[in-house]
């Protein structure tokens, strides 16, 4: 049993309304900026593979390893967010990123240095695990799940990096992508630590890291949570990573044209989380679920017909887009409500992981299926059915659970 120890309420009279768009700029502006560094090494990928002459394969792995620790990672720092506060953690992730981006950008050479580079790049993925309980702890239940959405669209960070890395590092240099990002992140780290500032009646978990760790999978919510982000969340993150392949071998489109299009599916979905999170706060997030798995079932079985790209094929994946965004969340504001307060951090930690993990997957069964049958079809009945069993799951199990309120 984790023990909490809650300041005197007294305290809670110094909290401003007013600070809360502030906090949630702050702890968005930190999520883009530390998603910015965490994606820098993608659409460097196949300029690494030619510079070091990489095999298919080993820059598949340059490019994944951020994407796996980042993720993993969201397990301790979650937990640590709920005993330190953001204050804290936002401001010192920020820092040790810095890291990594000046190690990659200046002195990382060969496939081993990449690889150890890419392993402490994966720092700036933990960040999500900051924020969504600091966001949590400002927001009052019935506006949680927009506040929660408008955080999570900084993920958009990653839409950054696939903008502006590879143009920077073409016309200004290729170190550069690296040196601007670690000078970002060391001003946000300033700025963070001089006006962030928990909430002063926020409760402390108590107990050790592996305690609080351990005891969040006990809780009933954190599976049935995990499951949903791996669906929502993950199938955004696979599609962000695996369309332009998609659409080129499908489509026969230029490299070009699929990564414009990819950047469409990308921000599109950035722009529907915040949504789905405020559709649940007037819906609820349960009801919100079962509609946007229900439509990502419908569009990924319409997608496996092949169909043209133009219109119905854009139409499919623009529409899986928003789903998905407006599926990871709905889930967010699911936790705000399954979990209770002083555990928020370690959940999201366990949560988000699952998401990370959730996207790892999905393109390797893709190319999978494309390998065996030249075509991508099976690869998305399965996506349909995936969702289709999600969106079951959600309206009976969830359901229930989220009838029943907080537990643990």
């Known amino acids: 049993m984790v ?33 910015w560094a965490w994606a820098l090494l993608g659409p460097l990928g196949p300029s690494l593979r030619d510079r ?7 820059q598949a792995i340059v490019v994944a390893v951020p ?13 640590l967010t ?33 690889l150890i ?40 960070g990653t839409a950054i990096a696939a903008f502006t890395t590879v143009p920077l590092a073409d016309n200004v240099g290729p170190s550069f992508p690296f040196t601007l990002v670690a000078i970002v992140l060391a001003i946000y780290a300033v700025v963070g630590w001089l006006l962030l500032r928990d909430r002063p009646d926020r409760t402390v978990a108590a107990g050790s890291l592996l305690s609080r760790t351990a005891s969040t999978f006990t809780l009933p919510a954190t599976v049935p949570l995990a499951l949903l982000y791996a669906v929502s969340f993950g199938g955004f993150v696979a599609f962000s990573v695996y369309l332009p392949t998609y659409l080129r071998n499908a489509f026969e489109l230029s490299q070009s044209d699929a990564s414009y ?9 950035v722009v529907a989380r915040p949504l789905g999170g405020w559709l649940s706060d007037r819906l609820g997030p349960v009801t919100v679920l079962v509609w946007v798995f229900g439509a990502a079932a419908a569009l990924a079985a319409l997608a496996s017909f092949e169909f043209a790209l133009v219109p119905v094929g854009t139409v499919a994946f623009l529409g899986l887009a928003a789903a998905l965004g407006a599926g990871a969340g709905a889930v967010f504001a699911l936790v705000a409500r399954l979990v209770p307060t002083e555990r928020v951090g370690s959940v999201t930690g366990v949560v988000g992981a699952a998401g990370g993990l959730g996207g790892f997957f999905p ?3 893709m190319g999978a299926f ?35 309120g907080p537990a643990g």
């Open 3 to 35: 023990s909490t120890q809650p300041t005197p309420p007294s305290a809670s009279k110094r909290v401003a309304p007013e600070g809360n768009t502030l906090m949630l700029a702050l702890a968005t502006l930190g999520f883009v900026v530390t998603f």
């Open 52 to 58: 070091l002459d990489l095999t298919v394969n080993e």
């Open 67 to 79: 994407v796996i620790v980042g993720s993993l990672g969201r397990i301790p720092v979650g937990a």
């Open 82 to 114: 709920d005993r330190l506060g953001a204050r804290v953690m936002f401001p010192t992730m920020s820092l040790l990123t810095i890291l990594p981006v000046l190690y990659l950008g200046h002195l990382a050479d060969t496939y081993a240095q990449l």
């Open 117 to 156: 580079g890419g392993f402490f790049l994966g720092l700036g993925g933990t960040t999500f695990a900051i924020g969504i309980p600091f966001v949590n702890s400002w927001y009052p239940p019935r506006i949680r799940g927009a506040a929660l959405g408008v955080f999570g669209a900084g993920m958009g």
């Open 261 to 269: 299009r990819t950047a469409g599916f990308v921000l599109l979905a």
């Open 363 to 365: 393109p390797l069964v």
């Open 370 to 404: 494309y390998s065996a049958t030249d075509s991508y079809t099976w690869g998305l009945i399965l996506l349909a059915l995936t969702a289709t069993a999600a969106c079951v799951y959600t309206a009976t199990v969830v359901r229930r659970q989220a009838a029943s």
